[in-house]
């Protein structure tokens, strides 16, 4: 084991490869850490017990040992670290490991596939840095109660024909405008919220939609219609006079309901629950879209497709990532949108960031996109300028097309 001396920021690795251990170890240090590799459980054990790192690398196949059985000891002791899973096993697997350490009320900030890009990890982990063990729970309240906390809209557009995409409503992402780090996005301020998550979640939630219902009630004052997103994890989805309360505050603010969508995601876990279906279907009922979040990350979404009364589906943006670089993952996004809309469903492909994506998309039909290729998350002040820029792009490309 090759040991270092106690920081504020220090990287734990844990790896079955002495030289990826060290590779990674080296990266981390890149990345600002100090850091410590081993490829012995034991000693990674004593040296979570001694040098308290502030984040863990972990790979989930270990000789005598696997990751979940890691994981486990790690919740057992308390352990407050980040932890980043990089491990070679399947995605599904990761996925469900990532579940279990979540579940085990452990600060889980993530994966990374093997074999992986060491300029990428070097940036992931340089990100990580930055936020890990620094924020706490009492600042995340604070930050909300404080209004701290802004929101960011990304457009999301409709294909209308061929070229022809109109944009059609705003996904609405929370920012914290922390004092010391700046701008933290929800992937790296929600991972340290440890046991007071759910809480935490339902008071953000709580925020995004009125402010969200505040915002569009400002555009259409000025002639903007657009429709509105929120992401909602479905354990915050909880109680049958959930529908009511979400009409009465979209009511104050005299907005359609028809114009909000909520993005479900770990959508199954409502079909499992008692009064699940009942309340997602009284919120279509009173008009509410509800879209399944993260389709192709996760085998359970497939079920979710025709047991929930879902109306559009997201496609992962994982798949979306691979469509110009692997013709498998062009069959699998292709035969994903088919489905969903075979089953009624609009689907809406996410992660779209370059012109290439738009082309295979714009041959699948698919129904809607975003990403970065149409906007990247701007301030509500600058949508107005982001859907006239795409709009500009689209009507450029929808000419040049027609001229050639």
């Known amino acids: 084991m090759t040991a270092s001396g106690a920081a504020t920021d220090t990287l734990l690795v844990l790896d079955d490869c002495a030289e990826t251990a060290e590779l990674?170890?080296?990266?981390?240090?890149?990345?600002?850490?100090?850091a410590a590799v081993t490829t012995d459980v034991d000693a990674f054990n004593f040296a979570v017990a001694q040098q308290h790192p502030s984040m863990i690398t972990l790979d989930l196949r270990m000789p005598g040992a696997d990751g979940i059985e890691v994981l486990r000891s790690l919740a057992a002791r308390g352990c407050t670290a980040g932890i980043l899973l990089i491990s070679g096993v399947d995605?599904?697997?990761?996925?469900?490991?990532?579940?279990?350490?979540?579940?085990?009320d452990l600060n889980i900030l993530g994966s990374v596939t093997k074999p992986f890009d060491s300029e990428s990890l070097v940036a992931r982990l340089r990100s990580l840095r930055d936020i890990t063990g620094k924020p706490v729970p009492g600042d995340f309240r604070t930050a909300i109660h404080d209004e701290n906390v802004t929101l960011r809209y990304q457009p999301v557009v409709r294909r209308l024909g061929p070229r022809s995409?109109?944009?059609?409503?705003v996904e609405a992402l929370p920012r914290w405008i922390h004092p010391d780090l700046g701008v933290v996005t929800p992937d790296q301020f929600l991972p340290t919220l440890g046991p007071a998550r759910e809480t935490i979640m339902r008071n953000?939630?709580?925020?995004?939609?009125q402010r969200g219902a505040a915002q569009l009630q400002q555009w259409q004052c000025s002639g903007l219609h657009l429709g509105l997103r929120v992401n909602i994890p479905a354990?915050?989805?909880?109680?049958?006079?959930?529908p009511d309360r979400l009409a009465g505050l979209l009511g104050e603010y005299n907005v359609d309901p028809t114009l909000l969508t909520l993005e479900l995601t770990d959508a199954m876990e409502l079909a499992c629950s008692r009064d699940g279906v009942d309340i997602l279907t009284r919120l279509r009922l009173k008009g509410i879209s509800l879209s399944l979040d993260?389709?192709?990350?996760?085998?359970?979404?497939l079920q979710s497709l025709?047991?929930?009364p879902v109306n559009e589906a997201k496609l992962d943006r994982r798949i979306t990532a691979d469509i110009t670089r692997e013709c498998g993952a062009a069959v699998v996004l292709r035969r994903l949108i088919q489905l969903v809309q075979e089953l009624k469903i609009e689907g809406c492909v996410v992660g779209v960031e370059t012109s290439e994506e738009l082309e295979y998309?714009?041959?699948?039909?698919?129904?809607?996109?975003?990403?970065?290729?149409?906007?990247p998350p701007v301030p509500a002040t600058d949508v107005p300028k982001a859907l006239e820029v795409w709009t500009a792009m689209s009507e450029s490309s929808r000419q040049n097309d027609a001229a050639s």
């Open 361 to 375: 998309l714009e041959e699948f039909e698919c129904d809607l996109i975003q990403g970065f290729y149409v906007s």
């Open 91 to 104: 995605t599904r697997t990761i996925i469900s490991a990532e579940r279990f350490g979540q579940k085990a």
């Open 204 to 209: 953000l939630t709580d925020y995004v939609l």
């Open 306 to 308: 025709y047991v929930l």
């Open 165 to 169: 995409w109109h944009a059609e409503s």
């Open 235 to 242: 354990a915050l989805i909880s109680d049958t006079g959930f």
């Open 294 to 301: 993260g389709l192709g990350g996760d085998m359970s979404a």
């Open 24 to 34: 990674i170890g080296e990266l981390g240090r890149l990345a600002g850490f100090e």
